[in-house]
């Protein structure tokens, strides 16, 4: 076994599993994607741990989009109890990682990246580490990508700070939308589920992420 084969299974035994991801098929998913290969060169030596890693900062250096924390990703990935026929909308594809391990547990992924450089970036780490059932698309988060839904799944890869209302409607009957909700230490993970009656919600779990652009909530002004 290789030194990063070492470091994915200490990650699922030492992260993920205390963190409650008792789920088989997202552990294995999370022990096959090679994690290391999809972060940012400078950053591959904290591929493995529970530090935040930086996918893109702006002029002074300041992170403004970070990959999800192994385990809180795993906890997602369990809560959307993704299943092989699946198709799934990520919203957020970063630097492709989830989009891969996504593709190990569904039939098909379309990623959505809001920036043309990630997007890029994603679509060639894809292709480097031979995944053929994901293919990352351009264009605004919040709106979702309507030309090819309903889907079974929509995932948000990120923090939100509003209802992801939009992408209710891109969603299959029975279908199921995850995210994280709130800012900070504020941050809650909750299942949307689509029913006959309209859109259920169920709390989950405590959890942090990066903010995604397009779901902040407008400024007030106070007068």
């Not at 990650?11 to 993920?16: A, H, T």
């Not at 999809?38 to 950053?43: G, L, M």
């Not at 909700?181 to 919600?201: D, I, N």
Request: proline share 5%; charged share 25%; with cysteine.
């Amino acid at each position: 076994m290789g030194d990063e084969a070492v470091l994915r299974t200490r990650m699922v035994n030492n992260q993920l599993r205390t963190f409650d991801v008792t789920d088989h098929r997202v552990q294995d998913a999370m022990l096959t994607v090679p994690r290391e290969r999809f972060v940012p060169a400078d950053q591959r030596v904290i591929a493995y741990s529970d530090e935040a890693i930086a996918i893109q900062r702006d002029e002074v250096g300041r992170p403004t989009r970070t990959m999800t924390y192994p385990a809180v990703l795993g906890r997602l990935l369990q809560l959307a109890r993704v299943q092989d026929e699946d198709v799934v909308l990520l919203v957020g594809a970063g630097l492709g990682y989830t989009a891969a391990v996504l593709g190990q547990l569904a039939s098909s992924v379309i990623a959505l990246e809001c920036d043309s450089e990630l997007a890029e970036r994603a679509t060639a780490n894809l292709e480097q580490n031979d995944v053929t059932n994901v293919v990352v698309v351009n264009g605004p988060l919040e709106t979702g990508y309507p030309s090819e839904a309903p889907f079974d799944i929509v995932f948000i890869d990120g923090a939100i700070a509003v209802e992801p209302t939009a992408l209710f409607d891109q969603l299959k009957d029975g279908g199921r939308l995850v995210v994280i909700e709130g800012e900070g230490l504020a941050g809650r993970a909750r299942l949307y589920t689509k029913g006959p009656s309209g859109v259920s919600r169920r709390e989950a779990f405590n959890a942090v992420a990066g903010l995604l652009p397009g779901f902040t909530k407008a400024p007030t002004f106070v007068f």
